[in-house]
């Protein structure tokens, strides 16, 4: 459930499938809403980003690095 991922945050970072899971989308849908892609309508990517505030979700600033 939402709450027993807050917290779990306490202990291990929080993920985009555990944003998904939270907010009912895949994983792939929560990184899509990321990088603001057109194809997630912005209804669910509002969602998905109030789900990843309320769970605490941060990005990874090296992962973010090699990303780019």
């Not at 970072?13 to 895949?26: F, L």
């Not at 809403?33 to 969602?47: E, G, Y």
Request: glycine letters at 4%; a positive charge; hydrophobic letters at 50%.
């Amino acid at each position: 459930t939402p709450t027993n991922l807050a917290k779990m945050a306490k202990i291990l970072p929080v993920t985009m499938s555990d944003v998904g899971r939270a907010a009912g989308v895949s994983q792939a849908a929560v990184s899509l809403a990321f990088r603001r892609d057109p194809s997630i309508p912005a209804a669910t990517r509002q969602k998905i980003f109030a789900v990843a505030r309320r769970l605490g979700y941060r990005r990874h600033a090296a992962i973010s690095a090699l990303m780019a």
